[in-house]
């Protein structure tokens, strides 16, 4: 599986963007998706994970109400709705995936078998 991120920029506190990860080369619907962040000078953290269906969703509490996260199977892709943007969540956002079955979803960052490059979100105060 090969996950191909887009989407980053810069935006104003407040505002909304939406990342996209693209994925290729295994049966997509095989794993559960998650959404990591690292800022400069800190641990990368995991802030939203999907399951293999789509059906659970797992928030880090500090984008719970913010952000928004889905999946197409048909279309290989998985998708993270940002709104209300703070300058805290400037990073780089990653997208990784973890073979699974069943229902699971994880905001644990080592959960993660296989990573995309990374796409910069910068929020300016």
């Known amino acids: 599986l090969q996950l191909v991120e887009s989407g980053g920029g810069l935006v104003q506190a407040g505002g909304s963007l939406t990342l996209s990860c693209l994925a290729s080369g295994s049966r997509f619907n095989d794993y559960t998706i998650g959404w990591l962040r690292q800022a400069p000078g800190k641990e990368r953290e995991a802030v939203s994970s999907?399951?293999?269906?789509?059906?659970?969703?797992s928030y880090l509490p500090a984008v719970g109400g913010r952000f928004n996260i889905t999946r197409d199977n048909a279309k290989n892709m998985v998708s993270l709705q940002m709104n209300n943007l703070r300058p805290e969540d400037t990073a780089v956002y990653s997208c990784a995936a973890l073979r699974t079955r069943g229902e699971v979803t994880s905001i644990q960052r080592n959960s993660y078998q296989i990573w995309g490059r990374g796409t910069q979100v910068t929020v300016s105060s």
């Open positions: 999907i399951s293999a269906s789509g059906r659970s969703t």
